[in-house]
């Protein structure tokens, strides 16, 4: 009996250790660490830079009014045709993972240049293509890196001072007819859809490019603020066959809470009664009693009065309930400002011209409030958009802002196909970029010719040592890729055009690709917005410097086997 208990207490002892050993052995194993693959000097750069190239020499075939279309596989759908350089490297990935950090870094570039300027994504890979290749050139033959860096820095400064020297400001609608054509790759109608919304709802309004149902492109434009919410009820329409509701010169009740008894509406509409004026109520809800009550005037009485939702959640609630405030000259009725609706005088209601409500929109014009009070909340918005790092707040400022200033323009893209579409709405996004890019900063020779003419005035810049002096001539050499490559995509001799146009000493001459000829290039419409232009130079500078100076890259071993994930895998769960 002793020695059964002795040989089954060993046993359990046993099983206990090994299942320990398992255990610990697991969460050792789970804990390795992949190793790396380490690469030096010329070896790590050579690897990078052919990743970069590769893709620049993709990118590089869209570029200009000849430039040739790019298609890409889609494993989701139909294939995307584009000849937007930004969609064509960010489809760009390779298998080996050294070439593919130098691929990641140019379409860093490239969205870099497209969140600050919108457009010019193709020169800036270009630029930083011929950038990169001469600066591993220098590195290789034994220039000093950081020389070469000075050198580099301060021949960008030099360009961008000479550059912003030769901007023109544009304010007519045929100079932004000219900008969005160039952009939209020489399509005028383009062009001019842009330049019409520009001047319909401001400089600072939004316009929104949208697919469309036809095969034409269309212009919807709205003026005034839009709401996005209908009314609550259909049986607010005045009109059965639009079935929307217009209220002519209305009072407006602005309301933070939801509002469900009757009793406080009563006087309020009593008010508008005895002015003989509609009444438009904004309020988070209307319901039950409140709901019905209003309805019941409606139709009995012939009272004119609709409820909507307001707009939005949260804080973008209130922001909005005060922007509409702010634009018909009323109150917002919140516990917050000591305001209840027993408490509601005339001069807190707000007022506009004309209120249009429909199922899924309000649209308010000529709002009443003081124009004053609306330039100092536009003015705040434009702060809070200046100072603001988010995206998503700085495009609500945005939307805000063009509510209160001007109004809001869909730009609807038309084509046979759905492919079509999507290639055309590449290039009507570029186009609006750049007009707002031309609107803001001003505007210069296109064709790459501006950076080509900046160029001249690297020949007298005063530097340091030899080191310095070859980042200015790496820049000088790379300020003519862009005219290079836009006349060699058109079928021309890009290095007889280039010494050509750098013999004489005009700064507005450049070469039209599309016609084949010399041509004043502002006065034949072709040109580029100075902040795409600056924004390209700086962004391709800036990565090649980093890609020039790298003299080590650490990167994950391809044939090193990851430890298996603890996630269970799809067609584990029964999926």
């Not at 059964?4 to 610990?24: E, G, Q, Y």
């Not at 009072?251 to 009757?262: F, Q, R």
Request: charged share 25%.
């Amino acid at each position: 009996m002793y020695r059964a208990a002795t040989k089954l207490a060993s046993s359990t002892i046993n099983s206990s250790a090994a299942s320990k050993n398992l255990l610990r052995s697991r969460i050792i194993w789970h804990r390795n660490y992949v190793a790396k693959d380490i690469n030096f000097g010329v070896g790590a750069r050579a690897a990078m830079l052919q990743g970069v190239s590769q893709v620049a020499e993709a990118v590089k075939v869209t570029m200009g009014p000849k430039g040739r279309h790019v298609i890409i596989e889609n494993s989701s759908g139909a294939p995307k045709v584009t000849k937007d350089g930004v969609t064509v490297a960010k489809s760009i990935s390779f298998e080996d993972r050294s070439k593919n950090v130098g691929a990641d870094l140019v379409k860093q570039v490239a969205r870099a240049t497209n969140t600050a300027a919108g457009d010019g994504t193709t020169c800036a890979t270009v630029l930083t293509q011929a950038i990169l290749t001469e600066g591993c050139k220098s590195i290789a033959a034994g220039v000093n890196a950081m020389d070469l860096r000075k050198g580099i820095n301060m021949a960008v400064d030099a360009v961008v001072t000479e550059l912003k020297s030769k901007a023109l400001m544009i304010s007519t609608p045929e100079e932004i007819t000219q900008v969005g054509t160039i952009s939209a790759n020489g399509e005028r109608e383009i062009g001019e859809l842009l330049a019409r919304a520009m001047e319909k709802v401001g400089k600072e309004g939004v316009i929104t490019v949208a697919d469309g149902n036809t095969l034409d492109n269309e212009l919807d434009v709205v003026e005034g603020m839009k709401l996005g919410r209908g009314y609550i009820s259909p049986y607010f329409v005045t009109d059965q066959k639009t079935l929307k509701c217009e209220l002519e010169n209305p009072l407006i009740l602005i309301h933070e809470k939801k509002i469900s008894d009757m009793n406080l509406l009563v006087r309020i509409l009593e008010l508008a009664v005895k002015k003989n004026r509609p009444l438009l109520i904004v309020a988070e809800d209307v319901e039950s009693d409140a709901l019905a009550m209003l309805i019941l005037n409606k139709h009995r009485a012939g009272v004119k009065v609709c409820a909507i939702k307001a707009p939005g959640f949260g804080e973008n609630r209130r922001a909005n309930l005060e922007d509409l405030a702010i634009l018909t000259g009323g109150e917002i009725i919140s516990q917050d400002h000591g305001l209840t609706l027993d408490k509601v005088q005339l001069e807190m209601l707000g007022s506009a011209k004309k209120v249009t409500v429909s199922l899924d929109d309000t649209i308010i014009l000529h709002g009443g409030g003081d124009k004053k009070l609306i330039e100092e909340r536009c003015e705040e918005l434009r702060r809070a958009m200046d100072n603001s790092s988010a995206v998503f707040d700085k495009e609500k400022a945005q939307e805000r802002l063009s509510k209160l200033s001007g109004g809001v323009a869909v730009f609807k893209v038309g084509g046979a196909s759905d492919t079509e579409v999507g290639e055309r709405k590449d290039r009507v996004t570029d186009a609006l970029n750049a007009t707002r890019a031309a609107v803001e900063e001003g505007i210069v020779p296109g064709g790459g010719v501006a950076l080509l003419y900046a160029s001249k005035v690297l020949d007298n810049l005063a530097t340091q040592n030899e080191d310095q002096r070859r980042g200015v001539q790496i820049i000088q050499s790379a300020l003519k890729a862009p005219t290079f490559t836009i006349v060699r995509n058109a079928g021309f001799d890009g290095a007889l055009i280039l010494d050509k146009l750098l013999e004489q000493d005009d700064h507005n001459l450049g070469y039209d690709a599309a016609k084949g000829e010399y041509v004043d290039m502002v006065k034949a419409g072709i040109i580029d917005p100075l902040k795409v232009v600056r924004t390209a130079l700086v962004d391709a500078a800036s990565i090649s410097l980093l890609l020039t100076t790298t003299e080590a890259t650490v990167l994950e071993n391809p044939n090193e086997q990851k430890p298996p994930s603890r996630m269970p895998q799809m067609g584990d769960m029964g999926f």
